[in-house]
């Protein structure tokens, strides 16, 4: 019969392979799946080969459960009046989490290169996906979208406009905040009642207030206003 650990044990373990994670993720966000090697992710994770290979099988299981965190991670955002905000908003807070999370950025990487024929990238889209489409869905019952809107074909289109302004603002050097601002900016429109569209927070920012609050404003450079807000003198 198998003993459970001592909680001081489990803690130590969690800890490890958080530890782990994250060093893989640095390395694998520098040099890429086929350069990675463990020897420089145990050397960051200051552990033993043995206890990399206590908690993941090989680099193809470790590089899975690096991929995989961008789901097996929670979500978290606020509620909001509108589950049309909480569409934008988890958009905005992934884009927050690519600047300051290094777990989020090797994630990213590994699931849009090529490299690694084993690992399976198809789950952090369908994942998303399902979210948005949840949240879509939540809208449409109350009578947020517009009537012809299919709650699926935002979601996809949201999630493949992401990875592909992810991928473009690195390659030249963009702000991804500021683009994902304006996908937002120039699609909900399209999708929500104008009531809703007036109301949305799309602007720069958008991702560190809604996870830090009002205080997390002072991470961006940005104003606090809708892009969609009519000017008071015309209101």
Known sequence: MRTERPPVKQDRAVRTRQAILEAAAVVFEDRGYDAAKLTDIVKIANVTKGALYFHFDSKEDLAQAVIDAQVSIEPVFTPQE???????????????RLQHDVLMRGSARLTLEQNGRG??????????????TQLMTEAKA??????????????????????????????????????????????????????????????????????????????????????????????
């Open 82 to 96: 509108f589950k049309a905000q909480e569409f934008v908003d988890v958009g905005m807070i992934f884009s927050h």
């Open 142 to 235: 109350r009578g947020e979208l517009l009537s012809h809107v299919d709650p699926a074909q935002p979601s996809r289109l949201i999630v493949g406009s992401f990875a592909g302004l992810n991928v473009m603002s690195q390659t030249l050097g963009l702000n991804l905040d500021e683009e994902v601002s304006a996908l937002y900016t120039s699609v909900m429109p399209s999708l929500v009642v104008s009531a809703v569209a007036i109301r949305l927070d799309t602007a720069p920012g958008r991702g560190a207030r809604a996870l830090h609050g009002p205080q997390g404003a002072h991470l961006c450079r940005c104003s606090e206003r809708s892009p969609f807000a009519v000017p008071a003198d015309v209101a």
């Open 119 to 132: 690992l399976d990238r198809a789950a952090p889209y369908q994942g998303w996906i399902e979210l948005h």
